[in-house]
């Protein structure tokens, strides 16, 4: 049983559309995050959540606007899409913040 | 602001091989430090975990080893093999967030 998924796995679009990433953990943590990995390979922390109430904001645009319905979901939905959004976007979770952080597969989003 | 360094950036080696990556970090109050390994393509698989009262994590043929005074982790990878091959990365939690290093790119030759 998948401990972080994420859907979808690919997400190819045209600049300007909007679309969202959803993101699910099973392991009971109370704590989530969206992370993006450019085409450098860098991982940078986007948004940090905690028992569903936003901790972390790393000067992120606010196309980007995640929601968390509750401590097990963590949905990334980005507006109006630009050609530099092309990356890919990992989920994690953890207990506090203190324990082990497990990663989702990806997305992979192309902007076209 | 922490900020994460790992030496060197990509190695090579010949199976059989040990060898050692490095990860240095600026800010010592961390809550832990944890190693992942990520395949071309896939997503990040963690490999240790070393809290912050911990100096050691060994897995297998892994072993992590960690200084918190000096902000430096090193991974040990004993008798390499083709498999080993991937970007291995280290990051550090200061509780609301892990802070990345760039990553070594190992490369493994049969």
């Known amino acids: 049983d998948t401990a972080v998924s994420q859907t979808p796995k690919y997400l190819v679009t045209q600049m300007g559309n909007d679309k969202s990433i959803k993101c699910e953990q099973n392991?009971?943590?109370?704590?989530m995050y969206w992370y993006k990995q450019d085409s450098k390979k860098f991982l940078k922390i986007m948004f940090s959540y905690n028992n569903k109430e936003l901790i972390i904001n790393e000067t992120v645009p606010n196309r980007f606007s995640p929601k968390s319905p509750d401590k097990a979901h963590l949905n990334l939905h980005i507006n109006s899409l630009e050609l530099g959004d092309s990356a890919v976007y990992f989920c994690?979770?953890?207990?506090?913040?203190?324990?082990?952080?497990?990663f989702g597969q990806g997305t992979r989003l192309t902007v076209v | 602001k922490q900020e994460v360094t790992q030496i060197p950036a990509a190695l090579s080696v010949p199976e059989g091989e040990n060898l050692v990556l490095n990860c240095s970090f600026t800010d010592s109050a961390i809550y832990n430090l944890q190693w992942f390994r990520q395949d071309p393509g896939k997503g990040l698989t963690s490999l240790l975990l070393?809290?912050?009262?911990?100096r050691e994590q060994t897995s297998g043929r892994l072993n992590a080893s960690l200084d918190k005074s000096s902000g430096r982790s090193t991974l040990y990878i004993a008798a390499s093999q083709p498999g080993d091959s991937a970007t291995y990365l280290c990051?550090?939690?200061?509780?609301?967030?892990?802070?990345f290093g760039g990553g070594t790119r190992l490369m493994v030759k049969p």
């Open positions: 990051a550090v939690s200061a509780g609301n967030m892990l802070t």
């Open positions: 070393i809290q912050s009262s911990q």
């Open positions: 994690a979770s953890s207990q506090m913040g203190t324990t082990e952080a497990f």
């Open positions: 392991l009971g943590h109370d704590t």
